[in-house]
């Protein structure tokens, strides 16, 4: 999702626009500057910043390698890995086993840090403000506009409070783009004149997401995304963690210093494992023990992460299926996030796509290339690009009988616009209520309803009145949906902000409910069918029958009784196999009937 916004102030600023990945793990900043794109790199020679900041009474907040050194020392004024708390409230599934929270279920969750109450925006705003001073140290001048990247599934909630992190930091944020999108960005460059496509396999410290992406001649089209926003080298960690504590029956034992400090001995142990087959691991003196070796192999790592890495695999084939397409499509697969450097990803991805990896960006660097690309473009030091969006879900109406018509399926690039006509269900019907819906399920009721509204237009009989319904979705995300009545032209217009910002849980939670669904959905959605096919046919039948009472021998008139009671018991006992083959006999013995009703008409005429 794409947005834009004038600062706090309402000024619009002057200056370069440098590009942001705020990252769960680490951050970067850079700038596109006289044809070169430049990842400038902190007071410790390091590009990448970690996402730690760290509090204390009396001096400003520390951040980065300094934070995460404090963090072995003050635990409990230090925060690692912020951005999972962006956007959340107190209670939401991200809280879960986090320390320092504070607050009611339900309310903006703060952050208790020493003796400071903290917002995840605030704390954010640290980082940012650390690299803002970065860039302008390295440029010498003061910088004020940037570009922040964000996970694909982040909702408005969580972009929101991106954006509001950026402005208490002094920013005007220009645009706050998907992580994906950025680091395709980054690779496209190069590519201009192909035609390709590509998926980006994003596997960081918090989040997964795979998307799959189209470029053309300089256009970027994102075909489908798909993600977990609690899935990542974290989760790794976590389980090597369990297997050590474990290891060394030290479970439930270690205070939040022992345990900080365990963290990053095993962050870093796992880090190294992708370039030796061994390691040892030194264990300094945890809960008054004396200090310990243990001897950690890259084959015990891999099978703690492989059920960790299977679980993108549902992702990846939901998102290809998506997009409409197979594994061998693709024209290039791409590596994003530091977890991807474990050969184990690597092969993983590899078997998955039918191919290997291009390895050729750099994984902690190609998201934040992308936005400082997109600082560019937006500058106009870079032509002939564009990025657009898609819908995370489908949209469309209630129609008859309860179920989901769609308009605009998931996954459609916007700006879109999208359109169909519907009829009256009712004779002298003289207004149509039109609900809004946005879901994967068949049935309107297990779609979550986004509005209503009311359309009157000229009585007609049943079938005949003609309203048109029409959704159009701009590149902000806003969606406009306008019913009109044909005949008199009358329409009404709803307007509905940020349709495609859905949360990301709610995203993930609809599509495997509409998986977990799929049969009895379509059993449903096809019982539905028979069911409105039947109450159109059985009075037409019924009042046939009255029409050619003397002309039908009584055999046939009790053969078609008959027919009509299958019908009917089926209905009754909502039997959709019974129902359907009632259906077609009873299909199979009216045929005939309308010529003989038209034959009777033409008689009555002479
Ligand atoms: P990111 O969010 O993209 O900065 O990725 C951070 C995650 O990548 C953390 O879980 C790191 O431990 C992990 N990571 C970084 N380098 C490596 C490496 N060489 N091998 C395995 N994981 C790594």
Known sequence: MIDHKLNTRGIEPQGPIVGIDLGTTNSLIGIYDGGFSIIFANSEGSRLTPSVVSYSEELAPLIGHVAERQALL?????????????????????CAGRNHLYGKSGDPLKIKLGDKLVTPEEVSAEILKELKSIAEERLGVSV?????????????????ATRRAGELAGFCVERIISEPTAAALAYGLD????????????????????????????????LSTCGDTNLGGDTMDQALMELLLGK????????????????????????????????????????????????????????????????????????????????????EVILVGGATRMPVVRSFVE???????????????????????????LQGNLENLTLLDITPLSLGIETFGGLMNVIIPRNTTIPTKAGELFTNARTDQNKMKITLLQG???????????????????????????VGV???????????????????????????AHAIDVSDEAVEA??????????????????????????????????????????LSSDMQNALRARMDDVRLALKQEELTSLKKGLQELDQATQGLATLLVEKAMHELD
Not at 152 to 160: E, L, V
Not at 440 to 466: I, V, Y
Not at 527 to 539: D, G, I, S, V, Y
């Open 470 to 496: 029409q959704f159009s979705i701009d590149a902000n995300g806003i969606l406009e949906v306008l019913a009109r009545d044909i005949t008199s032209g009358e329409e009404k217009i709803i307007e509905l």
């Open 510 to 551: 609809m599509i495997s409910d509409s998986l977990e669904h799929a049969f009895e959905d379509r059993d449903a959605r096809l019982f539905t069918e028979a069911k409105l096919q039947a109450e159109e046919m059985l009075p037409a039948v019924e009042n046939a029958l009255r029409e050619l009472h003397s002309l």
């Open 248 to 331: 060394l029956a030290l479970k439930n034992s270690l205070d939040l210093k022992s345990l900080t400090r365990l963290h990053q001995i095993v962050r870093s142990a796992k880090e190294e494992l992708s370039y030796n087959e061994e390691i040892i691991l030194r264990l300094p003196f945890l809960h008054h023990r004396a200090s310990e070796e243990v001897t950690l192999t890259r084959r015990e790592l891999e099978d703690i992460a492989l059920p960790i890495i299977e679980r993108t695999r549902s992702l990846c084939l939901r998102a290809l299926a998506d997009a409409e397409l197979e594994a061998q499509d693709l024209d």
């Open 191 to 222: 590519k201009l004149k192909d035609q390709s496509k590509i998926a980006v396999y994003d596997f960081g410290g918090g989040t997964f997401d795979l998307s799959i992406l189209k470029l053309d001649h300089g256009l970027f089209e994102v």
């Open 351 to 377: 078997q998955l796509f039918c191919k290997p990896p291009n390895l050729t960006q750099h994984p902690d660097e190609a998201v934040v290339m992308g936005a400082l690309l997109q600082g560019a473009i």
């Open 74 to 94: 003050y635990p409990e004024k230090t925060i690692i890995s912020v951005k999972r708390l962006m956007g959340q409230r107190i209670g939401d599934p991200q």
């Open 144 to 160: 004020s506009r940037a570009i922040i990247t964000v996970p694909a599934y982040f909702n408005d909630a969580q972009r929101q």
């Open 440 to 466: 994967e399920r068949e049935l309107a009721k297990d779609n979550w309803k986004l509005g209503e509204l009311e359309l009157s237009f000229t009585p007609a009989r049943k079938g005949e009145a003609r």
